[in-house]
């Protein structure tokens, strides 16, 4: 069955004879491969249309039917245009503006605007980062560090390019082979990132190369050329050859180590940069302290391991079963294991006046001239004493006793207590041969586990320090291999199973008027990027266009924007697409003039409104009878929402970001920190790709964790909050209301929409308007069964909270919180203070642990309003301090002691405890040991009926959706 | 779109599956614009399992101390065995048992006494002791186990199936996968979805809380009453209809209406699926207090609630992987586990449930009958562990229409390697496909050009162990 199947996918085009009558056959037959033209218009010179492509679009709208809508409203167009090019919202102040302008061209100056934003360039950016599979790390990768530190500057490169206009065919070749071309800036060195932050796979070359080969031959040629890996092509004329040629290409690099990766500009900060260099020595002189001491005990051990070796070698040898395995007790240091192995049966040994005998003996297939070998070798004159001497008393007759010889040796030579003993082989054994060795292999093979997990941990300090604030930007490049790599196709893909030989060369397919000979400069990568920046290559053009299409309407005109072969789909419009990639290349490939083109198109500018006749014939919009709507994807989501806060901060690129959460100031999504391996949940819930593969188009889903996101999640609450937290001056609540309108949606409130918001407001108030507990570590006293005379620690140590900057205090003694416990003082318990600002159930549920035999204990115990209602009591042991359920009410204390008994001798403790609010539905807990360097002060608002009506904005389908 | 659903749903009702795709709809709409790759499958596979729980012993179980006995490793003890393979490590001699097997049911099926509970199961227990797979090292079998490659980024088990089946739930993920502590070795990547929609990946859910916020990301808003975010919602919702009324007829801006309503609702539903508190206190002495007898008792409500698939690691890295200390850690890590997994069976079965689901029990490979030698750093100079054993090892199936009280294939005398019927983990898959009415063959998506499918171009079915 297996054998069938492989049999199945080999059949594929059948014994296919890849000749050029055969390409030139499937030429003719698929329209991808055919020069674009630019077919005659029927429908010129109807007054809907504004330019070309409308024309184009009016014929097929004719033939089926069809009519186009009218032009949107200018505040339509203006939100759409800010979505379309830079990702944010315009302003109430920036869309006033453009609806007063009467300048017939204003919207045109607008599109201009946008273009010379840099804003445009972090929008687009994101666009090119999908189908470049960005991401920050390289997959999983044992115990090493995962992360590309240097990431990021692909990532700024590919910001840059689209902020100036870079013609295409330019980002192309810079792209794949940056490293190859005069460039006239070094920083676009960075461009070969698009080969380099893919994943990984742990090193393994074949998925490597394969992965490099996906990428562009799907983002550049709308080919799928890996399916052709293992046989040819099922269905596209890609022959197996030709996967071949391209793995030649990708396969001929070498790749710099990270911290050799070539520097491409300055530190952004000088300050930052010496601290940075700073701590890189201390990170690095750890690393080689650490090494040497590696080496220093390899070194040691050395002959010890070699005597093993050599035992090995020569059982193997003699015995045919190798039972290294058995050595006991002989540390092995594998590494050096096979090293050595190979230096005595190489050239190495030959001429070493120490192992030679041993090479001999080595190739030897039999005993016949092994007495006669040691004796020549005693004979020699550079033969070291003590081998001469060992060999003399020994007189081995075989190969057994010669190998017994050397091994012996080299454990006495191991033992010997006088470092003066064997000097005349010691050299041998400790000093040249091994460090020979040594320099050659790498840590992994040469350290032991535990060795090597240590050096790792050190190595991956070094790497994360890298991706810190202050390092100097590098530039993720690849070089030529010396030699370039001759490809031969692996049978089936197995690299083990050799096929025919291949060139490099560019795929055969692609276009008549190209040329396939084999490429001549070094790895041929240069002359690859160049044939796919070709004019004559049909493909490149109409892929590109292609896609600013789809990010522009939300469809491709070719709906599979990375299969442009025969299992794609066909263009919906062909004469549009083809006019479309010769005016891109006529225009000199700029991607600006190219928006500029369609978005001044009634195309674009139409309304997105249903019409019922049309949405019966093509509900699917194939013809383009309106503008599609769009939801905001995650990026626009997320930054549009920062945005209406006012602390969305414009940087100019740099390392990865957390953009995750809330902060006091947000940066834009586009430097979100990325793992391939772990995105975050919300960016999967939001149809973000996965960065393992290309991503030709983003799923669209709707799925409930989208909502919960929005309804509960921080990001969102704390956006709402902090909009909220700008109505401050403002007193009357229609007022506010319209603030809120025009900072959320840019626009004022209709009076209906007006009168239901003040109604929610009046109705609400009370659901919503309760403070947040506040939090409070001190000490206090017990008075006749009631706590008195709270008193708040005022110091923090970095590590404990206590009164006064000295510890122990004069009046407090021991009196401490730490982390996860503390000390009371001599007659203060340590106290955790909680008051209340609204009614609820209140339960404690914690673990209190007390660790000394001396003393008494300590007595843990939970108050309400200066009552105690529940103790407990540890005395090196481990006590569960769970209470039943408590109703509390507005102003209420809570306190959750810890007493000394009689003496306060030994009373150190941890106590992790979880105190959980129960109110009508939800639950909130309070652990006091996660948030333990703040105290909280005076509780602020949970959540106003303020922020909960902004938050509404946020959640309307009028801010997750564009016109 | 809507005509891949369509199309979909139809392929589906036509397999008796109807029911299945009800939550899909909500899932993917608008996902798809590709051709519908259920499309032209063959709907003629009857099926039981609707659901399946894989308990995960990640790390690696020993066959020869749990389902494999080797009796004969006792005559070898300490010397070396007639076969020697390689694993990850150096092993020497033999290493016999030190747990005592017994003989249960009707079907005199041999378990040791690590999980003599789950003896009175033996019946319906069908254990495979001929599993292997293609390396001794844990990530690439873990991936192998959960997503039918050692190396590249294919989507997991669970998210295929979900792919296949759609959820029969709104308010819950399709794909759970719990794990106490946090996140076995390779992390998310086991539950990952790839180049499926991302709404097929497994959900993560760290079962060493019990407190349902951190149970579920968003699941509840901290700082808001029921009452006050209905409230909310109902303004929210007032704004959308008035937003939708001058689109009339836009399909998106409808689903995502809904789709706010079934967000709230899963505000409750899933609180309640994880809240083990519901339950009666001698189902819940049934199953244990451990973190993996409880994941057991969640496993059994979110199968209630028609949750596709359920993974239970049994801990956060590779808790199984005994390289030392065999006999304590073996033995700890089945009292932690075996008796929710034993009160699963049979609360499954007096439910009705059991013959609907598909109980999956097993690590991403096995151990050695030989002793692994100590080594620095690896087993702490001990020698009374294992090594790993990708050539022979142990998963066993219970419930889903797989035939109980089964023992299939073989091992060698001593355990080492699998000898007779031997079943990979891509015919695992296949099997497991088959129990739930999907043909591996035919479950395939479309990404880059190529058809992808779970068990790539390798797999059968193993017809013998089906009821």
Redesign the interface.
Known sequence: ??VF??FL?CWSLGAQEFNKEFFKKERALHWSYQDPVNSPVANAGNSWAQNKIDEYVLDLQKKHKLTPSEIASKETLIRRAYFSLVGLNPTYDQVERFLLDNNPKAYENLIDELLASPRYGERWARHWLDVSRYADTR??N?TSSSKFPFAYTYRDYVIRAFNSDKPYDQFIIEQLAADKIKLKNKQDLAALGFLTIG?R??G?IH?IVNDRI?VTT?AFLGM?V??ARCHD????PIPTADYYSLYGVFRSFTEPKMEELPVIGESSDKELYKKYLAKKEELTKDLKDKQLEVYEKARKEWPQAASGVIDYIGLQHVDKKPKF??SKDRPQRRGLVNMLKNYIHGKGGKNDPFYALLHHTNHAGNDKHIAKWAQDHINKKETPKSLKEALQKASPKNRKDVYKVYSDLALKVYEAKDKNQYADIRDALFGKTFDELYSKVSHGAVV??????MLRKLENKIVDHMAKDGAPPRAMVIYDSKKPFNPYIFNRGKAGDRGPKVKRRFPQIISKSMSHEEFKNGSGRLELAQAIADKKNPLTARVMVNRVWQWHFG?GLV??P??F?K???PPTNPALLDHLAIWFMENNWSLKKLHKYIMTSSTYMQS???R?QM?ASD??NKYLWRMN?H?LDWETLRDTLVQSTGTLKHILGGNAKDVMGFHKENYRSVYGYLDR???P??L??F??P?A???CE?R???????????L???SLV?ESAKALSAQLGAIGNVKDRIRFIFKEALSRYPSEK?LK??VD?IN??AA??DYR?PTYEYGVAKVIDGQLKDFKRFDHFSGARWQIGKKFPSKDYQFASRTERGGHPGRTFPVVDRVTMYFDAKISLDGTLKHFKKNGDGVFASLWINGQKVKSWHSHKSTTKTVSETFDVKAGDLIDIIVEPGKSDNSDGYEWSKVL?FT???????HDFNAKFSSQQGAGGK??SVWD??V??MF????F??V? | MMDNLINRRNFLNRAGMGMGMLGLSSLVDGAEKRDNPLKARSPHLKSKAKRVIHIFANGGASQMDTFDPKPLLKKYAGKKLPVHYKTERETGGAFPSPFEFKKYGESGMEISELFSELGQHADDLCVVRSMHTNVPNHEPSLMMLNCGDAILPRPSMGSWINYGLGSENDNLPGFIAMCPGGVPIKGGANWRSAFLPGVFQGTHIDTKHTSIDRLIENIRNPRLTRKAQRAQMDLLQEFNEAHLAKREGERELQSRIHNYELAYKMQMEATDAFDIEKEPEHIRKMYGDSFQNRQCLIARRLVERGVRFIQLYHGAGQPWDNHDEIEKGHRRLAGESSQGIAALITDLKQRGLLDETLIVWGGEFGRTPTVELPKPGTNAGKQNGRDHNHLGFTMWMCGGGVKGGTVYGQTDEFGFKAVDKRVHIHDLHATILHLLGLDHEELTYRYSGRDFRLTDVEGYVVNDILA
């Open positions: 069955m297996r199947l492989v996918f997959g999983y044992f994943e796979f742990l393994h998925e996906d799907q799928t890996a399916c092509h099922k269905v596209d395995r058995d032991e586990r535990d060795e090597r997990n469809e709906s599979t990375s299969n072969g299992l794609g789909l997105s409104k249903i019922p949405q509900g699917a709507i939801r391996e772990k995105l949940s919300a999967n819930s149809d973000f996965s393992l593969v290309t188009a799923v669209k889903t709707i799925v409930p964790q989208q909502g919960l996101y309804m509960n999640s609450t929409e239901r918001c929610f109705d609400n659901k919503f947040r959980t109110k009508d539905g939800f639950s909130q807990e949970q959540f909960a009506l938050q509404v959640m309307s389908n009028e997750l959706y016109d």
